[in-house]
């Protein structure tokens, strides 16, 4: 079974349940550059990857209504989407993702 997506509103700092928060900016560029910044719940900074992922280890570029990951050192890690509402809101949504794994063998 699937998990739900959670979805929180609004501008700054946004909540991501079980995991910390997220904050999702545009620049004044053509067309709007957008970007982020996450922290988890222990104030470190996240580490993000896909497909519409570019940056770090800070603040990363990603696109709009496209899925990322998101992880913490534990390996926590949630999936989010995050979209721009009118006004300069954002809407995110996250649920429970698993990080990929890239390297073989033991660590």
Do not use: H
């Not at 509103?9 to 067309?31: C, H, K, M, S, V």
């Not at 992922?53 to 999936?79: H, K, M, R």
């Amino acid at each position: 079974m699937a998990d739900e997506w959670q979805v929180e509103q609004g501008t700054g700092w946004i909540p991501l349940a079980g995991f910390g928060q997220i904050n999702p900016r545009r620049d004044n560029e053509e067309g709007g550059r957008t970007y982020f910044t996450a922290q988890t719940a222990n104030g470190e900074y996240a580490k993000a990857t896909g497909d519409s992922i570019a940056g770090g280890p800070e603040t990363w570029d990603y696109g709009l209504d496209q899925p990322f990951l998101l992880v913490d050192s534990s390996g926590n890690c949630v999936e989010v989407m995050i979209a721009l509402l009118e006004g300069g809101r954002y809407a995110v949504k996250s649920k429970p993702g698993s990080w990929p794994i890239t390297e073989a063998g033991a660590s």
